[in-house]
C-alpha cells in the first residue's frame, strides 16, 4: 500500500495580512499585490450597528489573506504603499 506524500505545515493555511475599513485603500492594496505578483484573496465583513461607533461608523470592513508561506514577502510590498495608505491599514503581525 502506498503512502500519501506529506505536505508541508504552511500549505493551505492562510493568514489575515491586513484589513481596512477605507474601500480605496483595500483597492490599493490589493492593485499593489498583484503588481508584485502574490497571491491573495480579499473579502469583506459587515459590522454590527452597535459595534459601528467602534469602526468610526463603518458599515463593512475589508479583510486581505494570504498564503503563510508568503508572509515575508507581501509584508515587503506593503511597504511600497504610500504613507497615507499604509496609515489606514490595520496589520497582522505573525
Not at 54 to 72: D, K, L, N, T
Request: proline share 3%.
Amino acid at each position: 500500500m502506498k503512502k500519501k506524500p506529506k505536505l508541508s505545515k504552511n500549505v493551505c493555511k492562510d493568514v489575515v495580512l491586513c484589513r481596512t475599513t477605507n474601500r480605496i485603500v483595500s483597492n490599493r492594496t490589493s492593485e499593489l499585490l498583484l503588481q508584485q505578483s502574490v497571491a491573495f484573496t480579499k473579502s469583506f465583513r459587515r459590522i454590527p450597528f452597535f459595534l459601528r461607533p467602534r469602526f468610526h461608523g463603518a458599515s463593512q470592513y475589508y479583510v486581505i489573506s494570504i498564503s503563510r508561506s508568503q508572509y515575508s514577502q507581501a509584508r515587503r510590498v506593503l511597504n511600497l504603499l504610500e504613507e497615507r495608505d499604509f496609515n489606514r491599514l490595520k496589520l497582522n503581525l505573525i
